[in-house]
């Protein structure tokens, strides 16, 4: 594998289900990023870590919960989920300090 | 606050034209302004890039004007193909503060036959 992957790469689930998104770069980056990506709108920066240390928390609902276990792996745990939810996530990775990111191919996430 | 600003939303060009898409910024401390591609069930991709000091950058068809004075930068497409049809956003970003990347809103192209 190369790149940034992420699973799955569709998820459906209700509002009171917990589902987690992962994430894994292989390009030897230091930092994950998590983004959330709506229909017509920017695309929202949501957490970032650098070295495994959450570095920024964009006022993210705590319905979301990363975890970082190591520079290559990057989780999503969902709970709770709103339908205004439903959105693309897409996972990113860099070197810290570096220009632009790479993303994964996102996970399209439902919530019905 | 929307700091990138990106006009058109869409945009439709003949197989052959030039696509332009521009982006304006508030934030004057932004040294690094990448545009991304993004295709339908892909994620964004970085085409090109470029940082303050050059006015313009180029890479086979794709070309970045960047006017800082104005707080502008645009893209350009030449020879624009149907293979170009994709979602393009601008981003920017203070490159000393790490990699927090501010989007544009996103321009849609679509390149006819």
């Known amino acids: 594998e190369t790149g940034v992957t992420q699973t799955p790469r569709h998820l459906v689930m209700g509002m009171t289900n917990k589902k987690s998104l992962k994430c894994e770069q292989h390009?030897?980056?230091?930092?994950m990023y998590w983004y959330k990506q709506s229909a017509k709108k920017p695309l929202e920066l949501m957490f970032v870590y650098n070295f495994k240390e959450q570095t920024e928390n964009n006022s993210v609902p705590s319905r979301f919960s990363p975890e970082c276990p190591n520079s290559s792996h990057l989780f999503l745990h969902l709970h709770t989920l709103q339908p205004e939810d439903s959105a693309l996530y897409l996972c990113a990775s860099s070197q810290a300090l570096a220009g632009g990111v790479d993303f994964g191919p996102g996970t399209r996430l439902t919530v019905t | 606050q929307q700091q990138v600003k990106q006009s058109p939303q869409s945009l439709i060009v003949q197989k052959g034209g030039i696509s332009i898409i521009n982006c304006a910024y508030e934030?004057?401390?932004?040294?690094?302004f990448p545009w991304y591609q993004q295709f339908p069930g892909k994620g964004p991709a970085l085409l090109i890039a470029?940082?303050?000091?050059?006015s313009e950058k180029k890479e086979g068809r794709f070309t970045i004007s960047f006017n800082k004075s104005a707080k502008q930068f645009s893209l350009h497409i030449m020879d624009s193909q149907p293979g170009d049809s994709a979602t393009y956003f601008c981003?920017?970003?203070?490159?000393?503060?790490?990699?927090?990347?501010?989007f544009g809103e996103g321009t849609q192209l679509t390149v006819n036959p």
């Open positions: 934030n004057t401390a932004f040294d690094y």
């Open positions: 981003a920017a970003m203070v490159e000393t503060s790490g990699s927090r990347l501010t």
């Open positions: 390009l030897g980056h230091n930092a």
């Open positions: 470029i940082r303050p000091d050059v």
